[in-house]
């Protein structure tokens, strides 16, 4: 992954400083003077940090805090504070944001921040790929293996899952072994751990079960 960091800050000799620093220290830097810009020009598929000034003109730092959690954009943010924007800090640590730092900027800390900030982003990029890996192998399911995993969500014995669907006890057996196989998994435990992962919801949750394929 490119240790690519986004920068937002209407000083352009606060901005130029800070991305100087960075370079040199082997971070790619992309700069932008304002909020619209930056919400403009951040490409989602390329992965970095944000460090977003909370005083801007236009958008400040909470508001485009704010677009980019509407836009589920979830790349770790650190907020820049200027004298007396601590609070605005605070609520932006409350919204989401990773850390904030205060200007003018300590050297160490923000490169140490930023190493903070890159390790929880490899997380962060890491659960997405098993979030849509969970999405893709659950969504691969029938209606019916589908009820029946949601079932095992519920923590049900096959009999019960039959009687709650309207089935019988074998044709359960044939759907549960069908369903582990799609979701290339040997064990239910496996099963439920990466119905979870995607949200699926338990059978007692979504009500009467629809009537769905065999």
Not at 27 to 32: A, G, S
Not at 162 to 180: D, H
């Amino acid at each position: 992954m490119d240790r690519l960091v986004y920068l937002v800050d209407d000083d352009d000799s606060v901005r130029d400083s800070a991305a100087f620093l960075l370079k040199a220290h082997g971070y790619k830097v992309e700069q932008f003077g304002n909020a619209e810009a930056f919400l403009g020009g951040i490409d989602v598929q390329a992965p970095g940090c944000i460090m977003l000034d909370v005083q801007m003109p236009g958008m400040n730092g909470l508001e485009t805090q704010e677009v980019l959690n509407a836009r589920a954009i979830n790349f770790p943010v650190l907020i820049l504070t200027g004298e007396g924007d601590i609070e605005r800090a605070v609520r932006a640590m409350k919204n989401g944001a990773f850390e904030f730092l205060e200007k003018p900027y300590d050297e160490a800390n923000l490169l140490a921040t930023l190493d903070n900030a890159f390790e929880e982003l490899a997380r962060r990029v890491a659960d997405s790929g098993k979030f849509d890996d969970a999405k893709y192998r659950i969504a691969r399911l029938s209606n019916r293996e589908r009820q029946v995993m949601q079932g095992l969500l519920d923590g049900l014995p096959n009999k019960l899952i039959a009687f709650q669907l309207g089935l019988s006890i074998r044709t359960v057996e044939s759907f549960r072994a069908t369903l582990m196989e799609k979701l290339g998994v040997r064990t239910v435990s496996a099963a439920v751990r990466l119905a979870l992962l995607a949200g699926l919801p338990a059978l007692s949750e979504v009500g009467d079960p629809p009537v769905g394929e065999e």
